[in-house]
């Protein structure tokens, strides 16, 4: 459950114990089951439960952690070793999300200026050795500096 | 006279002549392979400007290689003979030719770039090689001063290089897969190969790791990057089964930007898959009385200022009585409250009714001395707060960052700083909770090493297998005296950071010096003839004038007798949310161990008959009383 939601407040890390217990103030007058209307212990109860929560800095910021990345970084658990292609098809699922968040207008232009490169090598020597190992220098390049336009892999 | 007068006129004529010859060879030669000339001119330009050392140029070099591959392949499967394979080059060299002749020079470098490109970076590198130590050597230059000013200009040309590295998100990324750290991007290595970036290996940090920086020089980004990287590294070993990381960092200096730097660090440590990160004492407390009884006592005892003299059979007294305090049968004491409650006669009389002849006597003697000590130890407590006096452990966060005011307290901050390292050593020591990969780290520990000095602190944590890193703003900051700041300077196997400091001879020292060629010419009037001398010369390896005009976030890194200089890079995690997490298995803890074959006295099957400290009056409050206010009050309106 969102402790910030059940007290209708946005998940910020900025916010201060004040803002947590207005909060809970307000829901709590509307819903404390002592009222003459029965109030709504249901909503009570998890609003208790969030403030209980939320009332620290500490508890706020393992609540924003836990919403961020749940489910939590587990105890060591001897897992057993991936294999090889396991690792590089999580490279490879990972590639979109490294090239969005890393700089994906330099990476497109370093391989436009690559191909146009290669290309150029092609017209210019076609027919020659000189072609395709100039198409190889090409590629090579591109790939050699890529790598630093990519975002690093989560958790590095 | 006239026949002495031509045979040196015909001596010079030939000298003149010889080197004219050389030189017009030379031009030949390198006319000749001109494609590979052009390379090589344009790969040494683009290291000078640059800054790019020579390795750069051999490391492109040798990377290239599958261009010639490509090349090779290309040849054999058009050529199906390897005499015409073989003389492959050396048509396209031809043909190359004549299309310069003709000025079609696009085409005469898509036809020789494939080979030239390789052998003109390696040509270049030679070539800049032989620059750089020629200058080096003061063998070069064309007055007295080029060697300084060229070693000044390569000096800003290779910094502003490696600023230029550190502005693409994926070269220096907080760790890497093969388990080691990223610091920065080198600008220079004095004795070791140089690389692109600086990484620094995870077992490094499993010493002892030194930094000295003044105020304002990028110390704090350094040590919250190599915290990072430390995390990243023994969380991913911790998934393949080793022990979990946790990392303790000291703040020792205290003030407002602490709480920012702790903030900062939070972030960043979160990015790396740390989730519970304990800032303290703001957020979270921890329990001084989870120590085993005679080290709690031993602490106490510390924690008091002692006097001399006279005052020693105070100290000693007092002693005795803390450890009849915490070892008494029943248990130790769980509270500050607990503790100061047993400080009473009446309380000692009846844990230890059944205590032996010794004990009793003690008691007897301490008896008159019982309200002094436990005056200073409610005073002591009161002034160090309820952040030490907590329910929280620390295996309880993944990180722990420690604010201690050592600049507004000092007396209170030291207090604080041995319990918190008490804690840190019983954490790593202890057998009855779960084995941690532990780093503490201490920035500015110089605030509060008056009572625990640092080469205590780094010499239990190499003996308790734990990291220590310790930082200082300047080499006096290190120790108090000369010998205790070479005792951890020297020791520090894990590396030396040194960043912009007035005075870093004596770290600049630990690199020791190398081997270089210092060249004398003979002045001929006011210009250099064409003699002189060299001889080997000792330097040192890191240069101190060098390491006093670093800039803000550039660093020296020394270790074992090497000198590499780094600009450091900005800790940031990646962006990419982190993979879901494996369910967790079990936490395997080992069995308490038997001490000299019985079990610890504290878990032992005596009956507790310590009393409990009385509930302060209102009790805590409860989350009800926020809303409803005072059991008196009403639901607000």
Known sequence: MNPFAALGLPPRPDLTDDEVRAAWRAIAARTHPDRRDGGDPAAYVAASAAYEQLRTPWGRSEALADLDWLPAIPPPAAAPPAPAWAGAWHAAVLLPARIRHGRPLCLAARAAVAAIAGYAAVLLAGGTPSAPAAVTGCALWWLATARADLAPPPGR | ?637
Not at chain 2, 64 to 85: D, G, I, K
Request: charged fraction near 20%.
């Open chain 2, 1 to 637: 006279m006239m026949g002495v007068l031509r045979l040196i006129v015909v001596l010079w004529l030939l000298r003149m002549g010889l080197r004219v010859l050389r030189f017009l060879l030379a031009v030949a030669v390198l006319a000749v392979v001109w494609p590979v000339t052009a390379a090589a001119v344009l790969s040494f330009t683009a290291a000078w400007l640059l800054g790019w050392p020579p390795a750069r140029l051999y490391r492109a070099a040798a990377a290239s290689w599958p261009v010639l591959a490509a090349y090779a392949v290309a040849a054999a499967l058009a050529a199906r003979s390897w005499r015409v394979v073989a003389l492959t080059p050396v048509d396209a060299w031809q043909q190359a030719t004549l299309l310069l002749a003709h000025g079609r020079v696009l085409h005469a470098v898509a036809l020789t770039a494939p080979l030239a490109v390789p052998l003109g970076l390696l040509a270049g590198g030679a070539a800049w090689a032989h620059r750089t130590a020629a200058m080096e050597a003061g063998a070069a230059g064309r007055h007295a001063f080029a060697p300084a000013v060229f070693d000044a200009r390569q000096w800003a040309r290779s910094a502003r290089a490696a600023r230029g590295r550190l502005a693409a998100p994926g070269t220096v990324p907080l760790a890497t897969g093969r388990g080691t750290v990223p610091v920065g991007a080198v600008i220079r290595a004095v004795g070791r190969r140089w690389t692109p970036v600086l990484e620094v290996p995870a077992s490094a940090f499993a010493r002892h790791m030194v930094i000295v920086g003044a105020s304002g020089t990028g110390k704090t980004n350094l040590m919250i990057r190599l915290w990072a990287g430390w995390y990243a590294v023994t969380l991913a070993a911790a998934r393949r089964g080793r022990p979990r990381p946790l990392l303790a960092a000291l703040d020792c200096k205290g003030g407002a930007d602490a709480r920012a730097k702790a903030d900062r660090t939070r972030r960043v440590l979160r990015g790396t898959g740390a989730r519970r990160i304990a800032i303290w004492p703001d957020e979270t407390s921890l329990s001084l009385w989870t120590l085993p009884p005679r080290d709690l006592a031993v602490l106490l005892h510390q924690m008091i200022e002692h006097g001399e003299g006279a005052a020693a059979y105070y100290a000693d007294v007092s002693q005795a009585v803390l450890v009849m305090v915490c070892c008494a049968p029943g248990g130790p004491p769980g509270s500050a409250a607990a503790f100061l409650s047993r400080l009473d006669y009446g309380w000692l009389d009846d844990a230890y009714a059944a205590g032996t002849g010794p004990e009793l006597a003690a008691l007897r003697a301490a008896r008159p001395h019982l309200g002094d000590i436990q005056l200073r130890y409610a005073t002591l407590l009161g002034r160090l707060g309820p952040a030490l006096d907590g329910p929280g452990r620390l295996g309880d966060a993944d990180a722990w960052y420690f604010i201690l005011e050592g600049t507004a307290e000092p007396s209170v901050a030291e207090a604080q700083a041995m319990a918190i390292t008490e804690l840190i050593a019983h954490a790593a020591t202890s057998r009855d909770t779960e084995p941690r990969a532990m780093l503490l780290a201490a920035d500015d520990y110089s605030a509060v090493s008056r009572r625990v000095p640092l080469s205590n602190l780094y010499e239990r944590g190499r003996s308790l297998g734990l990291g220590v890193m310790v930082s200082a703003q300047s080499w006096q900051g290190l120790g108090t005296d000369d010998d205790e700041r070479t005792r951890i300077a020297a020791t520090a196997d894990g590396g030396l950071f040194v960043m912009q400091t007035p005075y870093p001879e004596p770290l600049s020292a630990l690199a020791g010096t190398r081997r270089v060629l210092e060249s004398a010419r003979k002045l001929l009037g006011a210009t250099w003839g064409d003699e002189g001398t060299t001889r080997i010369q000792r330097a040192w390896t890191a240069d101190p004038d060098l390491i006093r005009q670093l800039d803000t976030g550039q660093a020296c890194y020394i270790h074992r007798g090497t000198a590499v200089f780094v600009q450091v890079a900005r800790p940031k995690p990646s962006p990419l949310p982190l993979p879901p997490a494996r369910p967790a298995g079990p936490v395997i803890i080992p069995p308490p161990a038997r001490r000299n074959g019985h079990a610890r006295r504290d878990l032992g099957d005596g009956p507790p008959t310590v009393p409990l400290p009385p509930v302060p009056a209102g009790g805590p409050a409860g989350p009800l009383d926020d809303v409803l206010g005072p059991a008196t009050g009403g639901i607000p309106q």
